[in-house]
């Protein structure tokens, strides 16, 4: 089933709960949630205050993608927040498994991500140790920006390495997604796109939801 994640970096927060309320209607599975902290992005979101208000509104799962140095440093706080999934970036860590097991530790899914720029061979020690890969298609830091062609490629490859070693791990990509691109992603081997401005930027977010989804 193809899952579509809407990030809430492209709503409207001075209407959150309206938004939030128009994702629980939808046919999005999760929310995606970008937290970005001005130093390993060149950008910052939000934190913990809005961890609450989305818990209590939204009835889809959090999907959070931390952009932020030190992740080892505030995962659990995400988890105790109420996150479904937490996800990382490999090139913020020295090691990623210390902090793949303070996820695990809570009880909470696992994703490691990594920016265009970064050789997806690395990611092969940790297939099998994680819920799920995000690769991103735009560098992470900002909504709206252009979908990178080369993701094609990246997801075919990851997707023929878990398939080979018969692992479950899901691949969600995140950047540039909208209804024009989506049916292909799904097709390369994606399992889940994220997509911020496509669908809040929608007239009709709920019909783009589904548009995506079929
Ligand atoms: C970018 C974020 C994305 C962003 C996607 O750094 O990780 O999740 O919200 O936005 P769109 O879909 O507009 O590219
Ligand atoms: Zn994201």
């Known amino acids: 089933m193809p899952i579509i994640a809407p990030s809430v970096l492209s ?6 709960e309206q938004d939030l309320q128009m994702i629980n209607r939808s046919e999005a599975d999760w929310l995606h949630v970008d937290v970005m902290d001005g130093v390993f992005v060149p950008n910052i979101s939000f934190g913990f205050p809005l961890m609450a208000p989305m818990r209590k509104y939204c009835t889809k799962p959090l999907d959070v993608h931390l952009m932020i140095v030190h992740p080892e440093k505030y995962v659990e706080r995400f988890c105790d927040a109420g996150a479904w999934s937490v996800g990382f970036h490999l090139e913020a860590v020295d090691d990623p498994i210390p902090v793949l097991d303070l996820i695990k530790a809570k009880n909470v899914r696992t994703c490691l ?6 050789d997806p061979t690395r990611l092969l020690p940790y297939l099998h140790q994680v819920d799920m890969i995000l690769l ?4 992470a830091g900002f909504g709206g920006q252009k979908f990178i062609p080369e ?3 990246k997801i075919r490859f990851i997707r023929s390495e878990i398939d080979r ?9 995140d950047g540039g997604v909208n209804t024009g691109n989506a049916h292909a992603l799904f097709e390369a081997g994606a399992d889940a796109l994220v997509a911020g401005s496509a669908v809040f930027g929608s007239e009709n977010p709920e019909l783009t939801i589904h548009q995506m989804k079929s």
């Open 11 to 16: 709503a409207d927060f001075a209407h959150l």
């Open 113 to 118: 991500t990594i920016n265009p720029d970064i």
């Open 136 to 139: 991103m298609s735009v560098f």
């Open 151 to 153: 993701t094609m490629d």
């Open 165 to 173: 070693r018969g692992l479950s791990t899901l691949i969600e990509i």
